[in-house]
């Protein structure tokens, strides 16, 4: 009855009409605005297991010469989560600084020249005018907090940074200008670095196609080679863009320390500029394991520089980066440092293999006849074969020594300089 009256009667049926259309867009709506969060939240998903998927990648593939973290692997390959991949500035709010005082001071000193030309013919109230605010200038340039003082506190800061920088710099971070201005420029772009004009997801994900041919002539130890199965690499298409997820994924914005420039073990070479020249100082040590201990007698260790070498900060005598930190920080891609020597004191020392062996003897074999012995849990020929040629006879006594600070068993004590004398390196075949 009562449906009866409301859809016979014709403005009914229209008011009926119209109701539903509007329902039905109003619906259609909310379904729209909501579908973009949906897409959306799908995306971050599928964002988040691409970068997963690439993580795994990486470590599978990538890590024995980019480092379990991206820094690099010294002479091997260099970091890819670094500042210098991602293009930060250091000195960007610093610049921002030194111009803006600049172009105040140019803006004051204008502004006085104008008044003095104007003050010739002002009359006395005017005059009066002219020094009051001849004075204020004064004041803004030159007084406690005026720009001159400003001006030595952001250069204190600058140079407080570039100080802090240099370690970095030494180990290839792009050395930074200072220009006649104050201001910094530096290459802190690895894109214009090479004069990349894409994206940095793009240039990850080319140099993962193509890889770099070139690269053998000045990397000592290791060639980028192409990566993907359109031309004859190991992995597919999909997995080259979770790679290039994953290695995008590093990327903290403005949130990149001093400490994260100074964390990188291996900056890429720049190779026309040089790339730090080799050179080399003595010989190398050769892998007579029996000669070495011996001559080993005649030197003095500093486990400080072996400390340096080891991780990268300074070249072997022979002009390489050995780099072995990269791979033994924290026991990931290698046995962790701290515990090479006791492993041997503690574990080793009572194994058949290894009756005669002094720790000394163990270490020299480990580093320059890496075959010989493979520690349990990590895979043969991971480490790399050709230390014998890439050190000297006191490069490895500085290892030796820095290692051996970690004994917690045999404790290291310094040996004093003049009681032993120290050798000459000799010549190894
Ligand atoms: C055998 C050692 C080695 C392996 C393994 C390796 N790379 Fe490289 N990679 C290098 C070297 C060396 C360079 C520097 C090439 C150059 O300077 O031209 C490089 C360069 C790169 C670059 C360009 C970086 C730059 O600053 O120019 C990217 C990106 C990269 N590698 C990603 C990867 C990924 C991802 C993997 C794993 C699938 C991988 N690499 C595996 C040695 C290696
Ligand atoms: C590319 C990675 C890599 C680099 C670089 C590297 N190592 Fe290793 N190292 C390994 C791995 C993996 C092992 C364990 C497998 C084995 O015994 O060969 C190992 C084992 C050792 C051992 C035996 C450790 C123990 O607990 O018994 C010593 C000592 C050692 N390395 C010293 C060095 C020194 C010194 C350097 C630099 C001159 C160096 N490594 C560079 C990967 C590396």
């Known amino acids: 009855m009562l449906q009866r009256l409301l859809i016979d009667r014709i403005e009914n049926r229209i008011l009926v009409g119209i109701t539903m259309f509007v329902g039905i867009m109003i619906l259609i709506g909310w379904v729209a605005i909501n579908e973009g969060e949906r897409m959306r939240s799908f995306d971050n ?22 480092g379990t973290d991206g820094r690099g692997v010294g002479n091997f390959g260099p970091a890819l989560n670094s500042p210098l991949m991602f293009g930060h500035d250091y000195f960007a709010t610093i610049n921002d600084q030194i111009e803006a005082i600049n172009r105040q001071e140019i803006e004051l000193i204008s502004e006085k020249d104008g008044l003095m030309q104007e003050f010739v013919n002002a009359n006395d109230a005017r005059r009066e005018q002219i020094r009051a605010r001849t004075a204020e200038i004064d004041a803004l340039l030159t007084s406690e907090e005026g720009l001159a003082a400003q001006r030595t506190t952001v250069f204190a800061e600058r140079d407080a940074l570039l100080t802090q920088l240099q370690p970095a710099i030494d180990l290839g971070y792009p ?52 990566w993907s199965q359109q031309t004859g690499g190991a992995l597919r298409d999909d997995q080259l863009r979770n790679l290039t997820n994953y290695i995008l994924n590093w990327d903290k914005g403005d949130a990149w320390t001093v ?36 001559q080993l007698a005649t030197v003095i260790g500093d486990p400080a520089r072996g400390d340096q070498i080891y991780n990268n900060q300074a070249r072997s ?29 503690n574990e080793l020392v009572n194994e058949p293999q290894f009756a005669g ?17 493979i520690v349990s849990g990590y895979a043969a020929g991971a480490m790399p074969g050709d230390f014998s040629n890439r050190m000297s006879l006191q490069d490895m006594a500085d290892i030796l020594a820095y290692l051996h600070t970690f004994s917690a068993v045999d404790p290291y004590v310094a040996p004093v300089a003049g009681e032993q004398p120290v050798a000459e390196a000799t010549p190894e075949s």
């Open 45 to 66: 998903q599928f964002q988040a297991r691409s970068i997963e998927f690439g993580a795994e990648l990486f470590a599978a593939n990538c890590t024995s010469c980019h």
């Open 259 to 294: 400490e994260d420039a100074l964390a990188v073990l291996q900056y890429p070479l720049v190779p026309v500029v040089g790339g730090g020249e080799a050179v080399a100082a003595a010989p190398p040590v050769g892998a007579d394991v029996d000669a070495i201990v011996e």
């Open 357 to 373: 062996y002094s720790v000394e003897k163990y270490m020299v074999e480990s580093i320059v006849n890496t075959g010989a012995y």
């Open 175 to 226: 050395q930074p200008t200072v220009n006649e201005d104050g201001t910094v420029t530096s290459t802190f772009s690895r894109l214009a670095q090479l004069e990349w004009n894409g994206s940095l997801s793009s240039f990850v994900y080319t140099t993962l196609i193509h890889g770099r041919p070139t690269s053998k002539s000045y990397w000592e130890n290791a060639q980028m080679v192409s």
């Open 317 to 345: 005598q022979t002009g390489a980066r050995l780099g072995c930190g990269g791979c033994h920080l924290n026991g990931v891609a290698g046995p962790a440092h701290n515990a090479k020597w006791d492993h041997f004191l």
